[in-house]
């Protein structure tokens, strides 16, 4: 059993910046990549940054450019650098992992992000 805990959320001021984490825990092998998701009151979850095990990285568009997506793999940390920061960015982030395998997708149970004047 794997266990994703995130931490780092909050509230934040128009143009300022957080850095979320995802730290791992429990039996962790064949991962296929890792990613950040994030959910809005009353919108879908959708994808923020992932990186795979090779190191291919994707932003949604939103985010591109102010946000930065990595991995300590001596950690098992996963990192979300989030700058410029907009009230649009506002919701819930949930970090995940993907496996190589048939095993399914592990997910944390997500930190609020609050950006608010």
């Known amino acids: 059993q794997v266990q994703l805990v995130e931490s780092g959320g909050g509230l934040v001021q128009p143009g300022g910046s957080l850095r979320l984490s995802c730290t791992a825990s429990?039996?962790?092998?064949?991962?296929?990549?890792r990613g950040w998701y994030r959910q809005a009151p009353g919108k879908q979850r959708e994808l923020v940054a992932r990186i795979t095990s090779r190191g291919d990285i994707n932003y949604a568009d939103s985010v591109k450019g102010r946000f930065t997506i990595s991995r300590d793999n001596a950690k098992n940390a996963l990192y979300l650098q989030m700058n410029s920061l907009k009230p649009e960015d506002t919701a819930v982030y949930y970090c995940n992992t993907e496996y190589a395998t048939l095993r399914p997708t592990s997910w944390g149970q997500g930190t609020q992000v609050t950006v608010s004047s």
């Open positions: 429990g039996i962790i092998f064949s991962i296929y990549a």
